[in-house]
Protein backbone atom coordinates (compact mmCIF):
# COMPACT_ATOMS: atom_id res chain seq x y z
CA UNK A 1 0.00 0.00 0.00
CA UNK A 2 1.45 3.53 -0.72
CA UNK A 3 2.45 5.66 2.10
CA UNK A 4 2.81 9.18 2.66
CA UNK A 5 4.38 9.71 6.32
CA UNK A 6 4.05 12.65 8.52
CA UNK A 7 6.62 12.50 11.40
CA UNK A 8 3.87 14.40 13.84
CA UNK A 9 0.13 14.14 13.84
CA UNK A 10 -0.28 17.02 16.57
CA UNK A 11 2.87 19.85 17.20
CA UNK A 12 2.71 22.84 19.81
CA UNK A 13 5.28 24.81 19.29
CA UNK A 14 5.98 28.65 20.92
CA UNK A 15 6.40 31.78 19.09
CA UNK A 16 9.85 32.13 17.51
CA UNK A 17 10.67 28.42 17.71
CA UNK A 18 12.18 27.23 14.30
CA UNK A 19 9.74 24.17 13.49
CA UNK A 20 10.74 21.31 11.50
CA UNK A 21 7.81 19.14 9.74
CA UNK A 22 9.07 16.13 8.01
CA UNK A 23 7.58 14.08 5.11
CA UNK A 24 8.77 10.33 3.90
CA UNK A 25 6.80 9.00 0.86
CA UNK A 26 7.96 5.31 -0.05
CA UNK A 27 6.49 5.39 -3.80
CA UNK A 28 9.79 6.74 -5.86
CA UNK A 29 7.69 10.25 -6.54
CA UNK A 30 9.73 12.77 -8.45
CA UNK A 31 7.35 15.35 -6.83
CA UNK A 32 6.69 16.36 -3.58
CA UNK A 33 4.24 19.41 -2.07
CA UNK A 34 3.55 21.00 1.09
CA UNK A 35 0.05 22.44 1.89
CA UNK A 36 -1.71 24.20 4.56
CA UNK A 37 -4.82 24.09 5.10
CA UNK A 38 -7.36 26.23 7.07
CA UNK A 39 -10.91 26.61 6.97
CA UNK A 40 -12.85 28.36 4.27
CA UNK A 41 -9.45 28.71 2.57
CA UNK A 42 -8.91 25.22 1.36
CA UNK A 43 -5.63 24.07 0.69
CA UNK A 44 -2.75 26.41 -0.22
CA UNK A 45 0.62 25.62 -1.58
CA UNK A 46 3.33 26.52 0.25
CA UNK A 47 6.09 24.50 -1.51
CA UNK A 48 6.73 21.88 -3.91
CA UNK A 49 9.58 19.92 -4.85
CA UNK A 50 9.87 18.66 -8.72
CA UNK A 51 13.31 16.54 -7.85
CA UNK A 52 16.03 16.40 -5.35
CA UNK A 53 17.24 19.60 -4.28
CA UNK A 54 15.14 21.49 -6.51
CA UNK A 55 12.13 23.58 -5.29
CA UNK A 56 9.28 26.25 -5.71
CA UNK A 57 7.48 28.47 -4.52
CA UNK A 58 3.92 27.87 -4.03
CA UNK A 59 1.13 30.32 -3.20
CA UNK A 60 2.43 31.23 0.04
CA UNK A 61 5.75 30.73 0.37
CA UNK A 62 6.50 33.57 3.06
CA UNK A 63 7.44 32.58 6.64
CA UNK A 64 8.29 28.96 5.70
CA UNK A 65 11.61 27.28 3.56
CA UNK A 66 12.13 23.29 2.43
CA UNK A 67 14.72 21.46 2.23
CA UNK A 68 14.77 18.09 0.00
CA UNK A 69 18.20 16.42 0.72
CA UNK A 70 16.67 12.88 -0.15
CA UNK A 71 14.13 11.74 -3.28
CA UNK A 72 12.02 10.27 -0.25
CA UNK A 73 11.57 12.66 2.26
CA UNK A 74 10.36 16.91 2.12
CA UNK A 75 10.88 18.65 4.66
CA UNK A 76 9.19 22.24 5.59
CA UNK A 77 11.03 24.83 8.43
CA UNK A 78 9.35 27.79 9.76
CA UNK A 79 12.50 29.69 10.58
CA UNK A 80 10.81 31.28 13.07
CA UNK A 81 7.37 30.49 14.10
CA UNK A 82 4.64 32.80 14.69
CA UNK A 83 1.04 32.23 15.99
CA UNK A 84 -1.28 33.08 12.18
CA UNK A 85 0.69 29.88 11.33
CA UNK A 86 -0.83 27.75 13.28
CA UNK A 87 -2.44 25.67 10.92
CA UNK A 88 -3.37 22.07 9.34
CA UNK A 89 -0.32 21.14 7.45
CA UNK A 90 -0.61 18.30 4.58
CA UNK A 91 2.62 17.06 2.68
CA UNK A 92 1.73 14.85 -0.59
CA UNK A 93 3.63 13.41 -3.58
CA UNK A 94 2.81 12.91 -6.93
CA UNK A 95 4.73 10.92 -9.92
CA UNK A 96 3.36 13.21 -12.40
CA UNK A 97 1.83 13.08 -15.84
CA UNK A 98 -1.66 11.62 -15.51
CA UNK A 99 -1.69 10.20 -11.94
CA UNK A 100 -3.08 11.40 -8.96
CA UNK A 101 -1.55 13.12 -5.70
CA UNK A 102 -0.86 10.83 -2.34
CA UNK A 103 -1.61 12.85 0.50
CA UNK A 104 0.01 11.85 4.09
CA UNK A 105 -2.13 12.37 7.56
CA UNK A 106 -1.05 15.86 8.11
CA UNK A 107 0.11 17.77 11.07
CA UNK A 108 -1.71 20.36 13.17
CA UNK A 109 0.71 22.83 14.25
CA UNK A 110 -0.33 25.40 16.81
CA UNK A 111 1.82 28.09 17.55
CA UNK A 112 1.57 29.68 21.53
CA UNK B 1 -2.51 29.66 -14.27
CA UNK B 2 -4.96 27.48 -12.89
CA UNK B 3 -7.94 27.72 -10.54
CA UNK B 4 -10.40 26.09 -8.68
CA UNK B 5 -13.79 27.29 -7.75
CA UNK B 6 -16.54 25.22 -5.41
CA UNK B 7 -19.50 27.53 -4.67
CA UNK B 8 -21.08 25.66 -2.40
CA UNK B 9 -19.36 26.05 0.94
CA UNK B 10 -21.63 23.72 3.47
CA UNK B 11 -24.31 21.36 2.01
CA UNK B 12 -27.23 19.37 3.96
CA UNK B 13 -28.59 16.51 2.62
CA UNK B 14 -31.25 13.65 4.24
CA UNK B 15 -29.42 10.07 4.22
CA UNK B 16 -30.79 8.45 1.07
CA UNK B 17 -31.11 11.32 -0.93
CA UNK B 18 -29.34 12.61 -4.24
CA UNK B 19 -25.90 14.40 -3.87
CA UNK B 20 -24.27 17.23 -6.71
CA UNK B 21 -21.20 18.95 -5.64
CA UNK B 22 -20.57 21.89 -7.92
CA UNK B 23 -17.19 22.30 -9.01
CA UNK B 24 -15.77 25.25 -11.69
CA UNK B 25 -12.31 25.00 -12.88
CA UNK B 26 -10.34 27.96 -14.87
CA UNK B 27 -7.59 26.22 -17.27
CA UNK B 28 -6.67 27.07 -21.10
CA UNK B 29 -7.13 23.52 -21.93
CA UNK B 30 -8.56 20.33 -21.04
CA UNK B 31 -6.94 19.71 -17.60
CA UNK B 32 -6.45 16.89 -14.93
CA UNK B 33 -9.59 16.89 -12.41
CA UNK B 34 -9.69 14.81 -9.02
CA UNK B 35 -12.04 14.98 -6.28
CA UNK B 36 -10.91 13.99 -2.99
CA UNK B 37 -12.55 13.89 0.22
CA UNK B 38 -11.19 14.07 3.39
CA UNK B 39 -12.79 12.79 6.96
CA UNK B 40 -12.54 15.09 10.19
CA UNK B 41 -8.94 15.14 11.15
CA UNK B 42 -7.21 12.98 8.54
CA UNK B 43 -5.24 13.42 4.95
CA UNK B 44 -7.04 13.65 2.05
CA UNK B 45 -8.41 10.51 0.34
CA UNK B 46 -9.03 10.29 -3.85
CA UNK B 47 -12.69 9.63 -4.73
CA UNK B 48 -12.18 9.94 -8.97
CA UNK B 49 -10.07 11.51 -11.37
CA UNK B 50 -10.73 12.25 -15.13
CA UNK B 51 -7.90 12.49 -17.65
CA UNK B 52 -9.22 11.93 -20.86
CA UNK B 53 -11.64 9.65 -22.58
CA UNK B 54 -15.40 9.45 -21.50
CA UNK B 55 -17.04 12.43 -19.64
CA UNK B 56 -18.32 10.26 -16.89
CA UNK B 57 -15.99 8.67 -14.60
CA UNK B 58 -16.67 6.53 -11.88
CA UNK B 59 -15.15 6.09 -8.18
CA UNK B 60 -15.01 4.74 -5.22
CA UNK B 61 -17.80 4.18 -2.34
CA UNK B 62 -20.65 4.96 -5.03
CA UNK B 63 -19.50 8.32 -6.45
CA UNK B 64 -19.40 9.24 -10.03
CA UNK B 65 -18.38 13.02 -11.76
CA UNK B 66 -18.78 14.22 -15.19
CA UNK B 67 -16.64 16.78 -17.25
CA UNK B 68 -18.58 19.26 -19.21
CA UNK B 69 -16.41 21.50 -21.23
CA UNK B 70 -18.78 23.53 -22.17
CA UNK B 71 -19.15 24.51 -18.66
CA UNK B 72 -15.79 23.76 -17.55
CA UNK B 73 -17.39 21.63 -14.70
CA UNK B 74 -16.76 18.71 -13.05
CA UNK B 75 -19.57 17.91 -10.70
CA UNK B 76 -19.75 15.25 -8.34
CA UNK B 77 -22.59 13.21 -7.73
CA UNK B 78 -24.28 10.31 -5.83
CA UNK B 79 -27.44 8.60 -6.39
CA UNK B 80 -28.00 7.88 -2.38
CA UNK B 81 -26.13 9.31 0.34
CA UNK B 82 -25.45 7.36 3.96
CA UNK B 83 -24.31 8.98 6.91
CA UNK B 84 -20.77 8.01 6.34
CA UNK B 85 -20.44 10.58 3.33
CA UNK B 86 -20.61 13.04 6.02
CA UNK B 87 -17.09 14.89 5.43
CA UNK B 88 -15.45 17.45 3.54
CA UNK B 89 -14.85 16.93 -0.46
CA UNK B 90 -12.18 19.09 -2.33
CA UNK B 91 -11.90 19.80 -6.12
CA UNK B 92 -8.36 19.94 -7.76
CA UNK B 93 -7.29 20.50 -10.84
CA UNK B 94 -3.77 19.83 -12.86
CA UNK B 95 -2.15 20.90 -16.15
CA UNK B 96 -1.51 18.30 -18.43
CA UNK B 97 2.20 19.89 -19.52
CA UNK B 98 5.74 18.06 -18.45
CA UNK B 99 6.96 20.29 -15.79
CA UNK B 100 3.72 21.68 -13.93
CA UNK B 101 2.84 19.36 -11.64
CA UNK B 102 1.34 20.79 -9.01
CA UNK B 103 -2.30 20.62 -8.23
CA UNK B 104 -4.69 23.80 -7.49
CA UNK B 105 -7.37 22.68 -4.62
CA UNK B 106 -10.59 24.11 -4.53
CA UNK B 107 -12.10 25.93 -0.83
CA UNK B 108 -13.88 22.51 -0.47
CA UNK B 109 -17.41 21.84 0.50
CA UNK B 110 -18.74 20.70 3.84
CA UNK B 111 -21.50 17.98 3.75
CA UNK B 112 -23.63 17.20 6.53
CA UNK B 113 -26.13 14.36 6.38
CA UNK B 114 -29.45 14.62 8.78
CA UNK B 115 -31.02 11.30 9.52
Known amino acids: DVKVTQSSRYLVKRTGEKVFLECVQDMDHENMFWYRQDPGLGLRLIYFSYDVKMKEKGDIPEGYSVSREKKERFSLILESASTNQTSMYLC???????????FGQGTRLTVV | AQSVTQPDIHITVSEGASLELRCNYSYGATPYLFWYVQSPGQGLQLLLKYFSGDTLVQGIKGFEAEFKRSQSSFNLRKPSVHWSDAAEYFCAVGAPNFGNEKLTFGTGTRLTIIP
Open chain 1, 92 to 102: ASRQGGATEAF
